[in-house]
């Protein structure tokens, strides 16, 4: 059993080369925290504005400038808003350190998943084997044992099956239209449950939640820039 597994981990390598997969992957962590940043700062501006109108809606009904029933109303209104804005808050400040140091640590193992598995202790194997994958299933019945089938962790198989995005062409009509809040392009897009996701989500499981504050900006660039160099 264990010569099967380990002769499945010498297998187990990403569709790109090492190099594009991180310098990628790192490139689109380092887009999605300053679009995270951004976004924290427009929602601490919101958050400020309703406590504030919520403030002003109290003393209104304390000088009886409006009926008690409304005001109430009105500031049961804004707390709704203002723990929708507290809890995108929250979720943009997950993505930091913490996911920084999980990405790097998957890409050091699925740089050579052979010889991480072949150089560590049974514990640490066994850690692997469970990191890694939801299933292996073996066949016994005829012949030396042998894995038939694998399943991944969504994290792992996000990884294993990342390619480059492909590149849009630039639009001049485009540059000159309105500017919008563009969401965030990916370089490194997998299949993940038969799904397509960006590799960095289905990586970090993270989203970025969709602001309720959003600001127009320029975009120049109208293509995903895609690093193919090496490190």
Not at 18 to 43: G, K, S, T
Not at 101 to 122: I, M, T, Y
Not at 162 to 186: G, N, R, W
Request: aromatic share 4%; with cysteine.
């Amino acid at each position: 059993m264990e010569a099967a597994v380990e002769a499945a981990w010498s297998k187990e390598r990403p569709a790109l080369p090492i190099d594009q997969l991180q310098l990628n992957l790192m490139a689109d962590f380092e887009d999605h925290a300053e679009r995270a940043r951004h976004d924290v700062e427009l929602l601490k501006r919101r958050s400020d504005q309703l406590r504030r109108e919520r403030l002003k809606w109290a003393e209104k009904a304390m000088e009886g400038v409006v009926p008690d029933d409304i005001a109430r109303d009105k500031q049961q209104q804004l707390a709704a808003e203002l723990a929708r804005v507290e809890t995108d808050m929250v979720q943009l400040g997950k993505l930091g350190d913490l996911q920084r140091d999980s990405l790097e640590a998957a890409l050091r193992l699925v740089a050579d998943c052979g010889r991480a598995d072949a150089l560590g202790s049974d514990a640490l194997r066994r850690a692997y084997n469970q990191a890694w994958f939801q299933r292996i299933a073996v066949d016994e019945d005829e012949g030396p044992v042998r894995v038939v089938e694998l399943e991944r962790e969504e994290s792992f198989e996000a990884l294993h099956t990342a390619q480059l995005a492909e590149l849009q062409s630039p639009d001049a009509e485009l540059d000159a239209a309105i500017e919008v809040m563009s969401p965030v392009a990916y370089r490194l897009n997998a299949v993940v449950a038969g799904s397509n996701v960006a590799v960095l989500v289905g990586v970090t499981g993270f989203e970025p939640a969709a602001s309720s504050s959003r600001t127009k900006r320029a975009t120049k660039l109208r293509h995903t820039p895609i690093v193919r160099g090496r490190v």
